[in-house]
T-cell receptor, first 113, second 113 residues
Framework: DAGVIQSPRHEVTEMGQEVTLRCKPI?????LFWYRQTMMRGLELLIYFNNNVPIDDSGMPEDRFSAKMPNASFSTLKIQPSEPRDSAVYFC???????????FGSGTRLTVV | QQQVKQSPQSLIVQKGGISIINCAYE??????FPWYQQFPGKGPALLIAIRPDVSEKKEGRFTISFNKSAKQFSLHIMDSQPGDSATYFC????????????FGEGTQLTVNP
């Protein structure tokens, strides 16, 4: 298995633009998590899905953030409009169980200028 | 009650020394305690984990010590090597009730040659 695949690896965009981050979880995993990592705030959980259903989106910072999981093999995190303070590394993780065995992707480094 | 407090925020150790990172939790229902290791440019990866039925678990140079009464657990890295330089996250979850992992704030470890 290729692990959790995230794209793009790096994204530089201008303030106000729409950004879409993509994630392909490990086949067979039924839980998917989106995290944001910054020096100031560490690793923050944004939202997670179980069996493609959003379970908890309380970590989504604002309405500008949205996430979807249309099927078991694909998820997106969208920021519209993007702002400089959204600059961070965004990680997707998947797991067969909700509470252990998380496998993280390599992340998307987002820079909003 | 869902928080996991991690210390120190950063740690510098000489090669061959012992690195010790501590975590404390409040929720006594937590029953699964993993440690994740993150290298620059990569996502966190599971390093070692413990369940509260044992007080210590060792895998190579890495040992988790668990103190149930104090609600604390720690990671010990014996004979620390420059290749161990990374960010370490502790985490906790309620495996029996299927709750998601809660991560600590992270510790940036630097092992000097």
């Amino acid at each position: 298995d290729a692990g959790v695949i995230q794209s793009p690896r790096h994204e530089v965009t201008e303030m106000g633009q729409e950004v879409t981050l993509r994630c392909k979880p490990i086949s067979g995993h039924n839980s998917l998590f989106w995290y944001r990592q910054t020096m100031m705030r560490g690793l923050e959980l944004l939202i997670y899905f179980n069996n493609n259903v959003p379970i908890d989106d309380s970590g989504m910072p604002e309405d500008r953030f949205s996430a979807k999981m249309p099927n078991a093999s694909f998820s997106t995190l969208k920021i519209q409009p993007s702002e400089p303070r959204d600059s961070a590394v965004y990680f997707c993780a998947s797991s067969f169980h909700l509470n252990y065995g998380y496998t993280f992707g390599s992340g998307t480094r987002l820079t909003v200028v | 009650q869902q928080q996991v407090k991690q210390s120190p925020q950063s740690l510098i150790v000489q090669k061959g020394g012992i690195s010790i990172i501590n975590c404390a939790y409040e929720n006594t229902a937590f029953d699964y305690f993993p440690w994740y290791q993150q290298f620059p440019g990569k996502g966190p990866a599971l390093l070692i984990a413990i369940r509260p039925d044992v007080s210590e678990k060792k895998e190579g140079r890495f040992t988790i010590s668990f103190n149930k009464s104090a609600k604390q657990f720690s990671l010990h890295i014996m004979d620390s090597q420059p290749g161990d330089s990374a960010t370490y996250f502790c985490a906790a979850s309620m495996e029996t009730s299927g709750s998601r992992l809660t991560f600590g704030e992270g510790t940036q470890l630097t092992v000097n040659p």
